[in-house]
């Protein structure tokens, strides 16, 4: 069983650009959530996919923006990129929406932005 | 507004001095209350769910217990390499998804 895998590993980008980031679930995982971690803060929720639709989100502006794919793989977009958004961003994968699953942790992608 | 609240912010302790972390925790509707531990620049490592008041978890030197109102991370003789930032996070059913609201964690240092 392979576990919640995340690319590139670290990112660097200046202000205003874009960026996309990969996870990859757990298998027999079907939800996929995200995560931004800012340095000395616990995990923030930015959204979560389940089967290939966000269901929920976080208090994030529409320039953060993903999808979810049919292999229940998932890309984080953001846009027009801010100093602010310097973190460390998670990707969490769990089975079915609701009810008592867990959510395992991919190793992230650290963000700088200049 | 759902809110969790880990202290202290640091710990430091000796080689095989016990002590415990806390979570107090406000959330409508308690669906599962979540210990993990980070390792500095990697993602949380699961280690226990909890779901009702009274209820503990045990494994290795690590044990959690939960009430109405707080969880405790009891750590039983440290090494060194439990030296980590455990988080604790609760589940918050709202609007039909699963999202785990976190505390900022507690940065435990062991010396031997």
């Known amino acids: 069983e392979t576990g919640v895998t995340q690319s590139p590993t670290h990112l660097i980008k200046t202000r205003g650009q874009q960026v996309t980031l990969r996870c990859s679930s757990q298998?027999?995982?079907?939800?996929v959530s995200w995560y931004q971690q800012a340095l000395g803060q616990g995990p923030q929720f930015i959204f979560q996919?389940?089967?290939?639709?966000?269901?929920g989100r976080g208090n994030f502006p529409p320039r953060f923006s993903g999808l979810q794919f049919p292999n229940y793989s998932s890309e984080l977009n953001v846009n027009a990129l801010e100093l602010d958004d310097s973190a460390l961003y998670l990707c969490?994968?769990?089975?079915?929406?609701?009810?008592?699953?867990?959510?395992?942790f991919g190793p992230g992608t650290r963000l700088t932005v200049l | 507004e759902d809110q969790v609240t880990q202290s202290p912010e640091a710990l430091r302790l000796q080689e095989g001095e016990s002590s415990s972390l806390n979570c107090s925790y406000t959330?409508?509707?308690?669906?599962?209350l979540f210990w993990y531990r980070q390792d500095p620049g990697k993602g949380p490592e699961f280690l226990f769910t909890?779901?009702?008041a009274g209820e503990e978890k045990e494994k290795e030197r690590l044990k959690a217990t939960l009430t109405k109102k707080e969880s405790f991370l009891h750590i039983t003789a440290p090494k060194p390499e439990d030296s980590a930032t455990y988080l604790c996070?609760?589940?918050?059913?709202?609007?039909?998804?699963?999202?785990?609201?976190f505390g900022a964690g507690t940065r435990l240092a062991v010396h031997p």
């Open positions: 969490a994968s769990s089975f079915g929406v609701e009810g008592t699953d867990t959510q395992y």
């Open positions: 298998s027999g995982h079907n939800t």
């Open positions: 996919y389940y089967r290939e639709e966000e269901n």
């Open positions: 959330v409508s509707g308690l669906r599962g």
């Open positions: 909890l779901y009702s």
């Open positions: 996070a609760v589940r918050a059913l709202s609007g039909g998804y699963n999202k785990l609201i």
